[in-house]
């Protein structure tokens, strides 16, 4: 400025002025603090590092549905965007039953190949409860086998193998389980078994086994087997020999033949990919589903419900709905309620 008269020079240090603090202005507009969005509903959040919270959006597409027998839990939820769409006592720690094989099947293949032999132990054939059957005493069979044997016929056989293989033993298996949902953030999940048969010590909610789910299909090898209905894979299945007057079994290479429990892939719901369901007396039925359609992927958690697959069915249909015609409210006045 040097050579100007004093008040040009005083003019000119006003407008680099009003210049600089509109420019913080500017800046402070497009650069704040990220506002964080009011959850409606608080027991509906989700928890995981991986991918953030499940939790209402900023115009969330909400679902109504009255049933005449309402399941203990349960949630509605989209797995890409985040939101809950429909909840009831989503944070409420209930039995889980088989659910819990959604977490041993995440930390079988975290650790172990789907080529390795396992061991087909006595302890796996004694375990009460649902089984694979046709497992050979004293041999071997493919990991994947017996991944495919836990998933879908719900296999406690299969869940007692596979645990003492990976880890040499059944209690070090459950402290990886509890350790992998620390890691995913879990909030009211305990496990105390790989199978899920023993309700004492084996609790989640709504919420974190919507979690779970979502870890569970971020796994390629898992998201493929609990989309199948039914499978057939190489296996040694028993034969009965007669030798004289005398009878024994023989283990020769065969098929076996495995089916999934999903009451939404045996209704042939359109879209299904999956996931679980369990059972126990304590438990109740309990189903944890996913349907994807028109790029968008809807889950379900239903606990101790009296019908997974028809309550399922109405609550996906809704959510479905909802995101078609996201300014309206599916199933306000639902002309009957579900039994």
């Known amino acids: ?3 100007q008269s004093g008040p040009l020079r005083l003019a000119l240090v006003v407008l680099a002025a009003l210049i600089a603090g509109a ?6 507009q497009n650069v704040g603090p ?9 027991s509906a959040v989700v928890h995981s590092p991986s991918a953030g919270r499940y939790a209402t959006g900023a115009d969330p597409v909400r679902v109504a549905v009255r049933f005449k027998r309402s399941p203990r839990a349960g949630l509605l939820f ?7 769409l429909w909840s009831r006592g989503a944070g409420r720690r209930a039995p889980v039953a088989s659910l819990a094989k959604m977490m041993t099947a995440i930390v079988v293949v975290d650790l172990a190949q789907p080529d390795e032999l396992v061991p087909i132990t006595r302890e796996a054939l004694a375990q009460d409860g649902s ?4 497992l050979p005493p004293r041999r071997s069979l493919r990991l994947e086998i017996l991944l495919h044997g836990l998933l879908l016929p719900s296999g406690n056989d299969a869940a007692v193998a596979l645990a003492q293989h990976v880890t040499g033993s059944v209690p070090e298996f459950v402290r990886q389980m509890n350790a992998a949902g620390r890691r995913m953030g ?6 105390s078994s ?5 309700d004492a010590g084996n609790l989640s909610c709504a919420r974190d086994l919507a979690v779970i789910a979502r870890e569970l299909l971020a796994r390629p090898r898992l998201a493929r087997i609990v989309g199948l209905q039914r499978v057939a894979l190489p296996s040694l299945l028993p034969r009965t020999i007669k030798r004289g007057k005398r009878r024994r079994t023989v283990w020769r290479p065969g098929l076996l033949h495995m089916s999934n429990h999903n009451p939404l892939l045996r209704r042939g719901y359109p879209g299904t990919t999956g996931i679980k369901t369990g059972y126990t007396d304590a438990a109740g039925r309990c189903l944890v589903g996913t349907v994807r359609r028109r790029g968008a992927t809807l889950g379900v958690v239903l606990l101790a419900s009296p019908d997974p697959g028809a309550q399922a069915t109405l609550l996906l249909d809704r959510g479905f709905a909802g995101l078609r015609r996201p300014g309206r409210i ?4 639902p002309r009957a309620p579900l039994q």
């Open 1 to 3: 400025m040097r050579g």
């Open 23 to 28: 420019a913080v202005m500017v800046r402070g």
């Open 186 to 191: 879990l909030t009211c999940t305990s496990f």
């Open 34 to 42: 990220a506002v964080t969005p009011v959850v409606a509903d608080s």
């Open 131 to 134: 089984k694979v059957g046709l």
């Open 78 to 84: 989209d797995l890409r965007s985040g939101r809950v």
């Open 194 to 198: 790989p199978h899920g048969l023993q």
């Open 330 to 333: 599916p199933g306000l006045r």
